[in-house]
């Protein structure tokens, strides 16, 4: 009987040390495709894009436009998941030579999205800020915002008018707020939690004679598992010029972001910045460098990168423009989008109809997520990869 009763509490404690599965871990969902992404043509105002069914409150949607010349606020669009299968897309004013490059990311566990629409009956002339109350609260350590934004106007000097910064101010409170707001606007937007993540977040503001500012991370970082997610809004004496409120960010370090511009200003030509530096703890891993084009007329830059799995990883890109260049006609050479032409390059492209007259400096991450959940060991440490 002794040896049994050592037998079976041998077995528990076997049993009770054995890893589990995590329910936490952002695991992509590779069952229907894991990353999808294409490229759209905005010849009209709107355009649906067929896409494999997903789960909308699992996913979320990464878009950006290559400018066309002219550089128009018009240029900007919306990207919304708007079903299982839709992805819609919007502009401004229809220019067939702005071309979107979509991302759709959609996981089987671990991530929430919640989306929505602020119109430009909200967010209309002067209004500065808008607040949208979110349709359930979420954990401010584990979620940051994603948004975009178009107006109809086609004036070349009111960027800083659809450029707001996006900020999570409580669980419930998704804070929209823009320097100047001569223009309606319309701002699609959505709020991401992961539960694998640990988020940092903060606010600054760089001021009129600065070209750099950083931002300290407490706790530090792994930098390899956190990527950066951020919004930049320029002052309301910007009037358009893309090289004084386009902005750089970069994890420099364990401890460091570093936002950059190219050029600075007087009265007005400050910028402000809402961030979020999302450390991963289950198998996603980062990647980052950038990229400065050789000359304005350069259309294409490669980044060669460790090898990815490429139905698993997606890029997140920022950029800015060319040191002493102080013209408000720059929105198509500081307009690049960014995809993984292989599981080893990652290619970034402006418009073939930009005007080359301004370099760029693109600066990229890499995040490839997780295709397995965690395992829990027997003290209640995650394991992965």
């Not at 490229?39 to 409150?57: C, E, F, H, R, Y």
């Amino acid at each position: 009987m002794k040896t049994l009763r050592c037998l079976l509490g041998l077995l528990i404690s076997t049993i009770a040390a054995a890893p589990s599965f995590s329910a936490s871990a952002a695991v992509i969902n590779t069952l229907t495709g894991g990353v999808q992404t294409g490229t759209i043509a905005m010849g009209s105002l709107t355009q649906s894009v067929t896409i494999t069914s997903v789960n909308p409150l699992k996913a979320f949607v990464i878009c950006r436009e290559s400018a066309s010349n002219g550089s128009q606020a018009s240029d900007r669009v919306n990207c919304q998941l708007n079903s299982a299968t839709t992805l819609t897309v919007t502009i401004g004013v229809a220019d067939a030579n702005v071309i979107v490059r979509w991302h759709v990311v959609e996981f089987l566990s671990g991530v929430s999205v919640q989306r929505g629409l602020v119109t430009t009956a909200t967010f209309a002339a002067g209004v500065v800020t808008v607040n949208v109350t979110l349709p359930t609260a979420v954990n401010l350590t584990k979620a940051f915002p994603l948004m975009t934004a178009t107006t109809a106007t086609t004036s070349r000097t009111v960027d800083e008018e659809v450029t707001p910064t996006a900020e999570l101010t409580t669980g419930t409170n998704l804070r929209l707020t823009r320097n100047q707001s001569g223009n309606p606007i319309a701002v699609a937007w959505q709020v991401v939690q992961i539960e694998s993540a640990s988020v940092q977040k903060g606010t600054l503001n760089m001021l009129q004679g600065s070209l750099t500012i950083t931002a300290p991370l407490s706790p530090p970082v792994d930098v390899a598992r956190t990527f950066l997610i951020f919004t930049a809004n320029g002052g309301n004496n910007v009037n358009g010029v893309e090289s004084r409120y386009r902005t750089t960010g970069v994890i420099t370090n364990s401890t460091t972001l570093t936002f950059t511009r190219a050029v600075n200003g007087g009265g007005g030509n400050d910028v402000d910045i809402s961030w979020f530096a999302v450390r991963m703890t289950d198998g996603t891993t980062v990647q980052r460098s950038s990229n400065t084009t050789a000359s304005a007329a350069t259309t294409t830059m490669n980044a060669a990168i460790s090898a990815v799995v490429t139905n698993r990883s997606v890029p997140f890109i920022s950029m800015r423009g060319a040191a002493g260049r102080t013209s408000n006609n720059d929105f198509d050479d500081t307009s690049w989008v960014a995809a993984l032409t292989s599981t080893t390059n990652l290619q970034m492209t402006k418009s073939a109809t930009a005007s080359n007259a301004s370099n760029a400096t693109v600066a990229w991450e890499v995040v490839q997520f997780a295709n397995a959940p965690n395992l829990i060991d027997g003290d209640g440490r995650e394991v992965f990869p």
